[in-house]
T-cell receptor, first 114, second 113 residues
Framework: SQQGEEDPQALSIQEGENATMNCSYKTSINNLQWYRQNSGRGLVHLILIRSNEREKHSGRLRVTLDTSKKSSSLLITASRAADTASYFCATDEHRGSTLGRLYFGRGTQLTVWP | EAQVTQNPRYLITVTGKKLTVTCSQNMNHEYMSWYRQDPGLGLRQIYYSMNVEVTDKGDVPEGYKVSRKEKRNFPLILESPSPNQTSLYFC????????????FGPGTRLTVL
């Protein structure tokens, strides 16, 4: 079963605007990760936030984590056409010794128009 | 260059003909994993391996086998492929486990007729 679910499923914006994607998950986690996928290609890691962190930045990316609501958001500031891709959140499970399970959501398809 | 490689990249086969998709990483990672990606369903984990000779099931292991005899390689075996295994497959590796940054291969697009 899938742990993370992204919202919205699709997002269309103009260059220069900010893009916000949300992720909700079901169980306690160690870390939450965001990945990017260009059409049909392998996923690329963007950022990892630990369960004891609330906010993290990397370049134009800002990720927040609210463990009480079991949710995270990814903000891309000043979007560019090259940011057009699918974005996925991925969560592990903080449950016993299960260190190998990783759950991906269905993704948000972001389109940035020039 | 640090990378995860998969072969073949594209494969069209027929029902019942055994096939193997290879995955290799050159980063000395302990953890490796296989996923399938289907439209509207995101990525689902098939199998994972915490280290050599240690493998375990993910969400959708039915119809697949794996082995981890060497640290760098983690092949995915379809003993008797069926059309519902038509999908895009990804291998990934990381240091430690699922909780760390995953490095993904380029994907293998499999069609089973």
């Amino acid at each position: 079963s899938q742990q993370g679910e992204e919202d919205p499923q699709a997002l269309s914006i103009q260059e220069g605007e900010n893009a916000t994607m949300n992720c909700s998950y079901k169980t306690s986690i160690n870390n939450l990760q965001w990945y990017r996928q260009n059409s049909g290609r392998g996923l690329v890691h963007l950022i990892l936030i630990r369960s004891n962190e609330r906010e993290k930045h990397s370049g134009r990316l800002r990720v927040t984590l609210d463990t009480s609501k079991k949710s995270s958001s990814l903000l891309i500031t000043a979007s560019r056409a090259a940011d057009t891709a699918s974005y996925f959140c991925a969560t592990d499970e903080h449950r016993g010794s299960t260190l190998g399970r990783l759950y991906f959501g269905r993704g948000t398809q972001l389109t940035v128009w020039p | 260059e640090a990378q995860v490689t998969q072969n073949p990249r594209y494969l069209i086969t027929v029902t019942g003909k055994k096939l193997t998709v290879t995955c290799s990483q050159n980063m000395n990672h302990e953890y490796m994993s296989w996923y399938r990606q289907d439209p509207g369903l995101g990525l689902r984990q098939i199998y994972y391996s915490m280290n050599v000779e240690v493998t375990d099931k993910g969400d959708v292991p039915e119809g697949y086998k794996v082995s981890r005899k060497e640290k760098r390689n983690f092949p995915l075996i379809l003993e008797s492929p069926s059309p519902n295994q038509t999908s895009l497959y990804f291998c990934a590796s990381s240091r430690g486990g699922a909780y760390n940054e995953q490095f993904f291969g380029p994907g293998t697009r499999l069609t089973v007729l």
